[in-house]
């Protein structure tokens, strides 16, 4: 996930800072930007982060960057999706990316050409370390205590802290999607606790923009006080709703298949946060500035 996450920088970072640069206070254009941006870096934390430098320095707001941010929680999403598509040899077809991704990052001369390489073999390489750890999964799934350990768990809150922990460690919420999904599919873990763990890394993705704005201006602060207050107003709107509904919704739609609900639900929760908040923005960013207020000139 980092390699297609640099090397996709390489390639597009200077693009999509362009992109950003031309917004003006059409919020769905905005939100377009993101999801793009983040469906293209691979990640809405790398989104974020080119955003903090973005706002830092003046050539976005903060309407526009909530805005953006909104848009890149959904395109984060994406990766899940393609992952449960179950009939196809999506694993497979993208595995034989690798070989020829690995002979133009040793045969190329430029370093954008390099970067292409190094996306086409990590892609490639996410979906094999996923059929590895699926195939590892079968074996622990004959045991005992490794299934009743994800089944066991069944506080919500303590799920949402895993998914939380987590992501902030290995600042990929695709990457816990990818391996709950595995494990739900399995029939390891129940797919209404992977709702809890997802609903936990969308707050928890907003670690690598925390730690880069510490010492950052106000507006970085800001904006990386924005996208966690995002992601931690969805949980609230959500978290009530599955604990009543999660198990009957599962049931009413166990004909999609575990890894459909879970990639399914991810896209959900960042869509339906985004409907509801979108008429709120100009609140949301005032909002951050009068907790993050202006340095008292001296």
Do not use: W
Request: one cysteine or more; a positive charge.
């Amino acid at each position: 996930m980092r390699l297609v996450s640099k090397s996709l920088s390489g390639v597009a970072g200077g693009k999509v800072e362009s992109l950003f640069k031309k917004l003006g206070n059409n919020k769905l254009a905005a939100v377009g930007v993101g999801v793009g941006s983040a469906a293209v870096l691979q990640s809405s934390s790398a989104t974020t982060v080119i955003l903090l430098g973005l706002v830092n320095s003046g050539i976005v707001s903060l309407f526009q960057a909530t805005c953006i941010i909104m848009g890149a929680n959904i395109g984060t999403t994406f990766t899940a999706v393609i992952l449960s598509f179950n009939a196809l040899p999506i694993a497979e077809i993208f595995a034989f990316s690798v070989f020829p991704g690995a002979l133009i990052v040793m045969s190329a001369k430029k370093q954008k050409i390099k970067n292409a390489g190094k996306v086409l073999s990590g892609v490639g390489l996410i979906f094999i370390a996923l059929d590895v750890i699926k195939a590892g999964a079968l074996d622990l799934k004959n045991s005992p205590a490794f299934v009743s350990f994800f089944s066991d768990i069944g506080s919500p809150f303590l799920l949402i802290l895993i998914g939380m922990v987590f992501t902030a460690v290995i600042q990929s919420s695709s990457a816990l999607t990818g391996l709950i999904l595995t494990l739900s599919e399995l029939g390891i873990m129940p797919v209404v606790s992977t709702f809890y763990i997802i609903m936990g890394s969308n707050v928890g993705s907003c670690a690598t923009a925390l730690l880069a704005s510490l010492n950052g201006t106000p507006n970085m602060k800001r904006t990386a006080l924005i996208h966690l207050a995002f992601n931690a107003i969805g949980l609230i709107i959500f978290l009530p709703f599955v604990v009543v509904f999660g198990e009957k919704i599962v049931t009413e739609l166990s004909i999609l298949g575990e890894a459909a609900l879970v990639a399914y639900f991810h896209v959900v929760f960042n869509l339906l946060t985004t409907v509801i908040l979108l008429p709120f923005v100009q609140r949301i960013a005032d909002f951050s500035t009068e907790i993050i207020k202006d340095p008292v000139k001296q």
